[in-house]
């Protein structure tokens, strides 16, 4: 269960999170949609510990995320970052096994390499790909690659910055059908963030609209479309009229 | 009025100022502290001591040489206008190993190596891999930063090492060659000449700035602000801290050696 009360975050004078509150019952797959530059991929590294909030609080099974242990905290999550954030000096699979070759969960080289190929081919990339370098691959592939590292030591907690931004509809299809499959599998908690209606319908038990720096509307994806919230409907409509500026 | 605006401003940059050297100060004492805590990253290690010491050979031995053999030049010109050029191997051997060696080396690992870590650990910053390595539960500071000044420390002094000998070879190669010094009574006198402190203060000396260069790329990465520009930044004031700093710290450290 992650619960977060009240956060606020601002940078300088621009106010991102201005009293977001969220919770994402353990084993559920919550979305957060929003438009870009709201505050999304802030609110996923303020629970991390990235960002610090300016105030507020964050609970991840009723524990501080902010004290305590970090190495185990960290331990329980995957994430996938908006733009991959793949280390360019090191081979694919060396990426994806990051965390098996190093530090506590640390495997035997053979085996971590057979995991990372594993993981590779479960987000649809070949075993040839594994001996290349991030840059030398297109950029949906990093996506994959990065979605790859962040399942490879299987967490109870997976974030996705958007994971099907930049993918062609087939293979945002398969994006969409394996964080479903993880999150049913596996019992993780997952929180995605997507502009991608598509993968929200596919992804979602609950979905959550940030705007203006709070949770505007937030329920079970079932209760969606007939919210009758303004704000929910211009968004899932993709309406340039209506209350959310376009000009931000 | 005015004088109080500047006054008022003048305050506010040295407050700026030390402010800054407090934070650089804590986070070279939090790198030297990650070198000798686990976990150790060996390949990260093993690939700074390359990129520093190795692949910085062809660089250091280009300026060390072409700097000796000109030193002598310069030696021989100014010590005729009183009759002194046979002073040439001495000065050549105490200018070398004392001052330029040090410095033109410490110069050169600012341009090359400080440079070279500031842009790559900015644009990790940019890209997100900072924040990647911390969900992956490794520390930034033990990953990229300790290898790196580790890697700087032991390394440095050894290119000033050979910087020096081959500083001294350029001069002995200038004098012998178009001078018209005899080779034994050259070499002689270089030996005869260096005291063990002046070999200990060069690669003392050659230590400190090569923890300046990799503790300040290393700080100007980390701290890199957001996108393209960011990085540029970064890599600019890196090269301009680490040099200014270790011209300052060269100071100092003649002052300690050679004063007392
Ligand atoms: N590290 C940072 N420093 C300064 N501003 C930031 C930083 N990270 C994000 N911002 C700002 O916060 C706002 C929200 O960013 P972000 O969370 O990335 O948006 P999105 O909802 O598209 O993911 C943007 O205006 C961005 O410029
Ligand atoms: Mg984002």
Request: aromatic fraction near 10%; charged fraction near 25%.
């Given at each position: 269960m992650i619960r977060m009360e009240n956060v606020h975050k601002a940078f300088d004078d621009n106010r991102v999170l201005r009293g977001m509150n969220l919770e994402i019952p353990k084993g559920t797959s919550m979305v957060v949609i929003g438009g870009?530059?709201?505050?999304k991929s802030v609110a996923l590294k303020c629970i991390l510990g990235l960002i610090t909030p300016d105030s507020g609080k964050i609970h991840v099974d009723g524990q501080d995320a902010a004290q305590g242990d970090r190495d185990a905290f960290l331990a329980r999550f995957g994430m996938l970052f908006q733009g991959g954030a793949l280390f360019d000096s090191l081979p694919v699979w060396q990426n994806v096994a990051f965390r098996l070759l190093r530090g506590s969960l640390k495997r035997p080289v053979e085996e971590a390499r057979e995991i990372a190929i594993e993981k590779l081919r479960r987000v649809g990339?070949?075993?040839?790909?594994?001996?290349?370098?991030?840059?030398?691959?297109?950029g949906g592939m990093q996506k994959r690659v990065g979605l790859a590292r962040a399942i490879a030591a299987e967490p109870e907690i997976i974030f996705f910055d958007e994971p099907t931004t930049g993918l062609d509809p087939i293979m945002s299809g398969v994006i969409n059908d394996l964080i479903r499959e993880i999150v049913t599998e596996m019992g993780a908690t997952a929180m995605t963030i997507t502009h991608d209606m598509s993968s929200v319908r596919a992804i979602a038990d609950n979905v959550a609209m940030l705007h203006d720096g709070v949770i505007q509307w937030t329920g079970p994806v079932s209760e969606m479309d007939a919210s009758g919230d303004p704000y929910l409907e211009q968004f899932i409509h993709g309406r340039a009229e209506g209350p959310i500026e376009a000009v931000r | 009025m005015n004088l109080f605006a500047g006054l008022a401003g003048l305050g506010r940059s040295v407050l700026t100022l030390l402010a800054a050297f407090g934070r650089v100060a804590l986070f070279t004492l939090d790198a030297l502290s990650h070198i000798v805590r686990p976990p150790f990253y060996p390949r990260e290690f093993g690939v700074a001591l390359m990129h520093m010491g190795w692949l910085s050979l062809p660089v250091v031995g280009l300026t060390a040489v072409f700097t000796g053999g000109a030193l002598a030049l310069q030696i021989y010109a100014g010590g005729a206008r009183f009759n002194a050029e046979a002073v040439v191997p001495q000065i050549v051997a105490i200018g070398m190993v004392r001052e330029l060696g040090p410095v033109l080396v410490g110069l050169m690992i600012a341009a090359r190596v400080t440079s070279s870590i500031a842009a790559e650990i900015a644009t990790m910053k940019v890209t997100e891999q900072i924040d990647a390595l911390v969900t992956l539960s490794t520390h930034p500071m033990k990953y990229l930063v300790a290898p790196r000044v580790l890697a700087a420390l032991l390394t440095v002094p050894v290119l000033v090492g050979v910087g020096d000998v081959i500083g001294v070879a350029g001069g002995y190669v200038v004098a012998t060659e178009?001078?018209?010094?005899n080779a034994a009574a050259y070499l002689k006198n270089t030996v005869d000449f260096l005291e063990p402190l002046d070999i200990v203060s060069s690669l003392v000396k050659g230590a400190a700035f090569g923890v300046i260069a990799a503790v300040m790329g290393c700080y100007y990465g980390m701290t890199s602000g957001r996108g393209a520009q960011g990085v540029g930044r970064a890599t600019k004031g890196s090269v301009e801290a680490a040099a200014v700093l270790i011209l300052a710290a060269n100071f100092v450290l003649t002052g300690v050696f050679f004063s007392i």
């Open positions: 870009s530059g709201t505050g990339l070949r075993e040839n790909v594994a001996d290349r370098f991030p840059a030398e691959l297109s | 178009n001078l018209g010094f």
